[in-house]
């Protein structure tokens, strides 16, 4: 099949080059270079870099709605296009330059967690399972019929990072599967549920700032679905902002003020409203990560000192 393939982040990647193993890819369209976030040099995304090394014609329109672009997309007769974290919505002059249509892999069990972070969400909202749905795009927010799914548990240890990455690989033969199954017509995706539906918006920093006096458990998954991006914080004493790494719930220590700073054993914990919570690493404003009990010993913090607003 001539297929069309529209992604930007690395976790894009293994659907790409499991679908390139088996069938043409005439386009490659992913999002315009971006700066770094230091300096002022551009960097492709890592579908770009992959498509100029395999040789594959790259499009990265600032707008997916350019007219001119729409018409160069229909020009290839492609007979379908994938879509994976591509970071745009497509209108519908565009889902029309594909014969069979655009099949979307998205990272979670629609109609849960239908928007831009569904991992991310998932983890910190508590579901134990997840998986990735392979769907007909629509015009609506990831509301398309859906042709198959994989379910992926969520372990106790997740980041955000390392479950998409599972799922990243997971996905990558069930979007195979639907592209192909829509070829041949055996395709007969299914309306989504009316039932269970929740929206994943995207993380701000905001959601990322944590607030000690929440229970211990919530305090692991919203660090744990920040990671790495956007990252979870915090502020020190002085009001300077601190990223914050995964974190261990300590049930076998008492609870103390939350946000308040003590060393057991050698740990670094801090108070939250239920068991502390043992630091992993943190990163202070301008400096790189650090294991937290090194960072503690330079810091020479008061005995009382407290992270944040609790």
Not at 74 to 88: N, P, R, T
Not at 112 to 126: D, H, L, T
Not at 147 to 160: F, H, L, Q
Not at 209 to 226: E, K, L, M, N, S
């Amino acid at each position: 099949m001539r297929l069309l393939f529209a992604g930007t982040p690395q976790i894009a990647i293994p659907s790409l080059e499991a679908l390139a193993e088996r069938h043409e890819i005439v386009a490659v369209i992913t999002q315009p270079d971006a700066r770094g976030k230091r300096g002022r040099a551009l960097h492709p995304s890592p579908v770009k870099e992959l498509a100029l090394e395999r040789g594959w014609p790259v499009h990265t329109p600032e707008t997916a709605k350019d007219p001119a672009f729409v018409a160069e997309m229909a020009a290839l007769e492609a007979d379908a296009a994938a879509v994976v974290a591509y970071g745009q919505i497509l209108r519908r002059e565009l889902l029309d330059a594909a014969r069979l249509g655009w099949v979307n892999l998205h990272f979670s069990l629609l109609p849960a967690w239908r928007g831009a972070a569904p991992v991310q969400r998932a983890i910190m909202a508590g579901d134990e399972v997840t998986g990735a749905s392979a769907f007909l795009l629509d015009e609506g927010m990831d509301t398309g019929p859906i042709i198959g799914t994989v379910t992926e548990p969520i372990r106790r240890s997740d980041t955000a990072g390392t479950l998409l990455e599972r799922l990243g690989e997971l996905g990558a033969p069930l979007l195979v599967q639907a592209i192909e199954a829509l070829g041949s017509g055996a395709a007969a995706p299914q309306p989504q549920s009316a039932d269970g539906v929740s929206h994943a918006a995207k993380l701000s920093r905001d959601d990322a700032y944590v607030r000690w006096d929440r229970p211990a458990h919530v305090v692991d998954r919203q660090i744990r679905g920040c990671t790495p991006a956007p990252g979870a914080w915090t502020t020190l004493p002085d009001g300077s902002p601190m990223k914050l790494g995964p974190v261990k719930v300590r049930e076998d220590l008492p609870g103390t003020v939350p946000g308040q700073i003590s060393e057991h054993g050698g740990s670094v914990v801090v108070g939250t409203g239920g068991h502390p919570v043992e630091l992993s690493w943190v990163q202070p404003s301008g400096k790189g990560q650090t294991p937290a009990d090194a960072w503690r010993r330079g810091a020479r913090l008061d005995e009382q000192a407290v992270l944040g607003d609790a």
